[in-house]
């Protein structure tokens, strides 16, 4: 059995700091060359969430590909913890891909497999210095799925099914979560729910959280919103704690008109 690659993630019990200097990509297709980001600087707390929001095509998940070295960017620089995103070999990618959480619009359950096996999926081929079905048990109680190990995907409403998508994104106690629409899929009292979650366990566990996201409640709900247009920063918002939801709203729906 092969040992699991010790993750790159930064050090200490907050989440990483995530910053990016100047990161532009592009794509060509059909014989033109796409603009996906294009001189983006932002940073983001440790510890803290952020929604990036924007049209179709502005390049909000180009983003969150890039800071997840999913894809690479043809300039700049990312840094996540101690991390710099940029500089990593394929195999130092592969490394620092196990270190983070990654949450998307689609559940990608595996149909066959219980939720404990869903869970702990990314881990069952290695060796781990944890036990897998109790880390795996003891994600889906942290998501409000106790009982619920044996269960089959067809057997969960989708809200369960993405409590369970969550709860495999940290089988490796990551101290960065990327989430890509992970309420696009959900009715808006259940797209509440979840992203009420998402953010309880950033705060039990010390993780940095970004969101992409359409929609402006969840938008709202995070400390800091990023606005992307053609490949851009065009906006941003920090969204104070405790503030008012009806003036933050106003001011997040602004920025999309």
Same mark, same amino acid.
């Given at each position: 059995?092969?040992?699991?690659?010790?993750?790159?993630?930064?050090?200490?019990?907050?989440?990483?700091?995530?910053?990016?200097?100047?990161?532009?990509?592009?794509?060509?297709?059909?014989?033109?060359?796409? =603009? #996906?980001? !294009?001189? &983006?600087?932002? @940073?983001?707390?440790?510890?803290? $969430?952020?929604?990036?929001? %924007?049209?179709?095509? *502005?390049?909000?998940?180009?983003?969150?590909?890039?800071?997840?070295?999913?894809?690479?960017?043809?300039?700049?620089?990312?840094?996540?913890?101690?991390?710099?995103?940029?500089?990593?070999?394929?195999?130092?990618?592969?490394?620092?891909?196990?270190?983070?959480?990654?949450?998307?619009?689609?559940?990608?359950?595996?149909?066959?497999?219980?939720?404990?096996?869903?869970?702990?999926?990314?881990?069952?081929?290695?060796? =781990? #210095?944890? !036990?897998? &079905?109790?880390? @795996?048990?003891?994600?889906?109680? $942290?998501?409000?799925?106790? %009982?619920?190990?044996? *269960?089959?995907?067809?057997?969960?409403?989708?809200?369960?099914?993405?409590?369970?998508?969550?709860?495999?994104?940290?089988?490796?106690?990551?101290?960065?979560?990327?989430?890509?629409?992970?309420?696009?899929?959900?009715?808006?009292?259940?797209?509440?729910?979840?992203?009420?979650?998402?953010?309880?366990?950033?705060?039990?566990?010390?993780?940095?959280?970004?969101?992409?996201?359409?929609?402006?409640?969840?938008?709202?709900?995070?400390?800091?919103? &990023?606005?992307?247009?053609?490949?851009?920063?065009?906006?941003?918002?920090?969204?104070?704690?405790?503030?008012?939801?009806?003036?933050?709203?106003?001011?997040?729906?602004?920025?999309?008109?």
């Amino acid at each position: 059995m092969e040992s699991l690659q010790t993750p790159l993630q930064p050090k200490g019990s907050t989440g990483a700091r995530v910053e990016l200097a100047a990161v532009s990509k592009r794509y060509s297709t059909g014989g033109r060359v796409i =603009t #996906a980001l !294009d001189d &983006v600087s932002l @940073a983001i707390g440790g510890g803290l $969430a952020a929604a990036v929001t %924007g049209p179709s095509g *502005s390049g909000k998940s180009t983003l969150l590909h890039v800071v997840g070295a999913m894809d690479v960017p043809d300039e700049g620089r990312i840094l996540a913890g101690d991390t710099v995103v940029t500089e990593l070999t394929r195999k130092e990618q592969v490394a620092y891909r196990q270190g983070i959480g990654f949450v998307f619009q689609r559940f990608h359950l595996l149909p066959a497999l219980t939720a404990l096996d869903n869970v702990a999926a990314p881990v069952l081929p290695y060796r =781990t #210095a944890f !036990d897998k &079905v109790e880390r @795996a048990t003891e994600l889906l109680a $942290a998501v409000g799925l106790a %009982g619920r190990e044996d *269960s089959l995907p067809s057997q969960l409403s989708g809200g369960e099914q993405q409590r369970v998508a969550i709860a495999r994104a940290l089988i490796n106690d990551p101290r960065l979560l990327l989430a890509d629409e992970p309420t696009g899929n959900l009715d808006s009292a259940t797209g509440t729910e979840i992203m009420q979650l998402l953010l309880q366990l950033r705060e039990q566990r010390g993780m940095t959280v970004i969101v992409v996201t359409h929609n402006p409640l969840v938008a709202a709900s995070c400390d800091r919103v &990023v606005r992307l247009l053609d490949g851009r920063v065009v906006d941003h918002v920090e969204v104070p704690r405790q503030a008012e939801t009806g003036p933050v709203l106003e001011r997040i729906s602004r920025m999309d008109s």
